[in-house]
């Protein structure tokens, strides 16, 4: 009963008969989804602050910076591999990446763009998430995600000095569950905060140039 009233259900029903036990079912089962949601709301926005938190601290070197964003990615969406990855001439390799020895390993390589699941992020300029059989949409899942055994995908463009520079994205072999709405603002965060540094590298890079 206590999980009912933190649940919102707290107004005056009349129990009377079967209709009034319908009513009664369905209101109750409205309010514990209610509060279910608030939870998850809750734990999304304090795993935001994690992450968020990782982002701030860390190093200023660029390399060391994008490899301690993708750990702290991977550890907050608990998934095999967070990865960059750079797209040129449809051509798709991941640059940086923490996770598994197998998938770091197999991910090395460079792949037509069109074997991967990024390639429907990056056609549709935005954050993109598989679905429940792996697949995006009516496109099933990708080459690469048959051959390494993917169940799911979450990834979002990275854009540098208004030039696509790749994606941001995780797959895990095992997580069937969808992505919630706070995970898909946490990926395109941390590729914000990726874009933000790989421009200030570029900017250092060529002021070192003007002084050389």
């Not at 640059?95 to 074997?115: D, H, I, K, M, Y």
């Not at 169940?151 to 569950?177: A, H, K, N, W």
Request: with cysteine.
């Amino acid at each position: 009963m206590r999980a009912l009233f933190r649940a919102g259900a707290t107004d005056h029903l009349p129990v009377a008969g079967a209709d009034d036990h319908a009513a009664l079912a369905a209101r109750l089962e409205t309010a514990v989804e209610a509060y279910h949601e608030r939870q998850r709301k809750d734990r999304g926005a304090a795993t935001l602050r994690r992450l968020g938190d990782a982002i701030a601290g860390a190093p200023t070197d660029v390399d060391a910076a994008i490899d301690g964003v993708l750990e702290a990615v991977r550890d907050t969406y608990e998934v095999d591999y967070a990865g960059l990855a750079r797209i040129r001439d449809d051509e798709f390799r991941f640059v940086a990446g923490r996770g598994t020895a197998t998938l770091c390993e197999s991910l090395a390589e460079t792949v037509p763009l069109e074997n991967t699941y990024c390639e429907t992020t990056v056609a549709e300029g935005r954050t993109v998430a598989s679905n429940a059989d792996g697949g995006i949409a009516d496109r099933g899942r990708p080459a690469i995600g048959r051959r390494l055994g993917l169940q799911c995908y979450l990834g979002t463009p990275v854009s540098v000095d208004g030039d696509l520079f790749g994606t941001l994205c995780v797959v895990d072999r095992s997580r069937r569950r969808g992505f919630a709405g706070w995970e898909r603002t946490g990926i395109e965060v941390a590729a914000r905060w990726i874009a933000r540094e790989l421009e200030h590298d570029r900017e250092k890079a060529r002021l070192r140039r003007e002084r050389d």
